[in-house]
């Protein structure tokens, strides 16, 4: 497809499992991002990555999170242990000329 | 550390009357400044962008926006609204280019017939 894919599109985990969230850039474009949106602390950053690095990973809120890009294309999003807290939607976007962000649909996250 | 301020949480607007939606920021650089859109259940698609230049950005759908520094604001208009305007709407400030962007609480527009 032309744009930012995400799977799945929604997820519903018990808490305490662990979850992976996908997301397929546009094709080429070199920078990734992953924001989370919640009704309480509305869209935050969690991590970018240029290529296969990340070189700001300041957003994750903690070690349960972590991500990696491999190929320079796909990347993967990882929650371990799942709290409630968790729960929100997860945004994936990408970026040729790092000004413009391509956002894909999100995959809701719910855990139960 | 950079913030943005969108005043007002919610908008009611009639079909056809004027959109005004407010976006406040701070940043200790000149900041490049974006509106998005979130329709339901979608992703957030770019309106316009601020980068240098011209501090009045038109961008799709009608929407523009300017830039006044001295004000801090990046306030986004449409003359006329659209039934099809109903969406919710995200500022967003980044200081350079490969940054992550800083969201505004965003503002969620009704437009009534």
């Known amino acids: 497809g032309a744009g930012v894919s995400q799977s799945p599109s929604n997820k519903v985990t018990e808490k305490g499992k662990d979850v992976e969230l996908r997301c397929d850039p546009i094709?080429?474009?070199?920078?990734l991002y992953w924001y989370r949106q919640s009704l309480g602390q509305g869209l935050e950053f969690l991590i970018y990555?240029?290529?296969?690095?990340?070189?700001?990973k300041s957003g994750l809120p903690s070690d349960r999170f972590s991500a990696e890009r491999t190929g320079g294309s796909v990347s993967t999003l990882t929650i371990q242990r799942t709290q409630q807290e968790d729960s929100a939607v997860y945004l994936c976007?990408?970026?040729?000329?790092?000004?413009?962000?391509?956002f894909g649909q999100g995959t809701r996250l719910t855990v139960v | 550390a950079q913030s943005v301020t969108q005043l007002g949480s919610h908008v009611s607007v009639s079909e056809g009357a004027l959109v005004l939606l407010r976006c406040n920021y701070s940043?200790?650089?000149?900041?490049?400044l974006f509106w998005y859109v979130q329709y339901p259940n979608q992703g957030l698609q770019l309106l316009l962008k601020?980068?240098?230049?011209?501090?009045l950005v038109k961008g799709i759908n009608g929407f523009e926006a300017e830039f006044k520094k001295s004000e801090t604001s990046f306030h986004l208009t449409k003359p006329s609204a659209h039934m099809s305007d109903a969406a919710e709407y995200f500022c967003?400030?980044?200081?350079?280019?490969?940054?992550?962007?800083?969201f505004g609480g965003g503002t969620r527009v009704l437009v009534k017939p």
């Open positions: 976007a990408s970026s040729l000329s790092e000004l413009e962000a391509f």
């Open positions: 094709s080429g474009h070199t920078a």
């Open positions: 990555f240029q290529g296969n690095s990340a070189p700001d």
């Open positions: 940043s200790s650089v000149p900041p490049y």
């Open positions: 601020y980068t240098t230049g011209a501090t």
């Open positions: 967003a400030v980044t200081k350079a280019a490969g940054n992550k962007l800083t």
